[in-house]
């Protein structure tokens, strides 16, 4: 299992800060780690947990010999807890976080990095809306209230916080506030102006930023053993977050999926065939919002390799089915329509995000390929 500092490329800032609140004895009893999904913050809330309980830590990371080093590599440290949202079900048994604990552990096993949807449909929905009850509060208040099994530290890594409800967040407010000696919450949040006020206003926050491109893809490497071209190549189209990187990988058949979706559609452009255009558009649409951004994303990078091409600059980080058709294309793509190009998706993108209809708006966008296809 990668839980260590050391497991995880990148985020220097956000582990230099962690580590001097350590070093300086001034770890806050409530900490909230914000930022967007697949940024890496559940990696580093989990490589902070083991240090906050380590019984020989260094100065820049937990031992990983110790027994509470041994037990936290396989998440059974008696003294780490988790609460993340979940679909709730009183006939399913599934009521508070430990009932779904099994399949929580094995998608971080999975995945390393989770993100909300990957969640969702490990518990068998990907569109249904987890949530962190008030059951699951009554849960985190006997936890904690038990003395630690090494006599240390006590840690919580709550998942999500922007899930929790009011309910929930009452019960909680108190012991947020007072928490026995040696009790860290740890909150993971891709979205900290959802969180309750009353919550929020209790944390001390660190912001992080977006992964950067080459961690994700030294991450592929090294956890994934995906080829560097590859790895280069997924975390481009994955806009700096891991999580999509890495299902984009699990999920194998996507990028090829994206290179025949892209040449179909390419041709059809080209040719202004507007029935098959429109006979494209209505079966593409069928994949779904987010593969669909994933797309634009993958048709902004082809369209950047075309450029490259034809300044003569190496085709870098695709595959040759993909090189060979970049060959034929990039002629069509120049300094005459690249821009325009790149706003029409980028606005693409846009949109989608804002929940347009993706039938109207691939279909517009393609029009609008028509003519700047011929420029
Ligand atoms: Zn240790």
Not at 54 to 80: G, R, V, W
Not at 222 to 247: C, D, M, V, Y
Not at 273 to 297: C, H, L, P
């Amino acid at each position: 299992m990668s839980v260590y500092f050391s497991d995880f490329s990148g985020q220097d800032d956000t582990k230099t800060q962690l580590k001097d609140l350590f070093k300086s004895n001034r770890v806050p009893h409530a900490l909230l780690l914000n930022g967007p999904e697949g940024c890496g913050h559940l990696q580093l809330a989990l490589s902070f947990s083991a240090l906050l309980l380590c019984q020989n830590p260094t100065p820049i990371d937990a031992c990983k010999n110790c027994p509470s080093c041994k037990m936290f590599e396989k998440y059974q440290h008696p003294d780490l807890h988790f609460s993340y949202p979940i679909h709730l079900s009183k006939t399913e048994h599934s009521e508070i976080s430990d009932d779904q604990r099994p399949s929580f552990l094995e998608a971080l096993e999975k995945y390393k990095c989770l993100g909300k949807k990957t969640w969702y449909s490990k518990m068998g929905n990907e569109n249904k809306q987890g949530v962190i009850g008030v059951k699951e509060s009554q849960s985190i208040l006997s936890k904690i209230s038990l003395k630690s099994f090494f006599g240390n530290a006590k840690v919580l890594i709550m998942w999500m916080p922007e899930l929790m409800n009011a309910q929930a967040a009452n019960k909680l407010l108190k012991l947020i506030e007072e928490p026995p000696e040696k009790t860290y919450f740890i909150f993971v949040s891709n979205d900290q102006p959802k969180i309750l006020p009353t919550i929020n206003s209790r944390l001390q926050s660190i912001n992080i930023p977006s992964l950067k491109g080459e961690n994700i893809s030294v991450f592929l490497q090294e956890k994934f053993q995906i080829e560097p071209s590859s790895a280069k190549s997924i975390a481009k189209i994955s806009n700096g977050n891991l999580n999509r990187a890495i299902t984009i990988h699990l999920d194998a058949g996507v990028s090829e999926l994206n290179r025949s979706l892209f040449v179909n559609w390419m041709r059809l452009c080209y040719s202004r065939n507007i029935a098959d255009t429109i006979d494209w558009v209505n079966e593409f649409s069928k994949i779904g919002r987010e593969q669909i951004k994933d797309f634009i994303n993958y048709s902004l990078e082809m369209y950047r390799q075309c450029i490259l091409g034809n300044y003569n600059l190496v085709i870098e980080g695709v595959n040759e089915s993909e090189r060979s058709f970049l060959e034929k294309f990039k002629p069509f793509i120049n300094h005459q329509n690249i821009s325009e190009i790149n706003s029409l998706m980028n606005e693409a993108y846009y949109h989608l995000e804002r929940n347009a209809n993706p039938k109207i708006l691939m279909l517009d966008v393609s029009i609008k390929l028509y003519k700047l296809l011929r420029k």
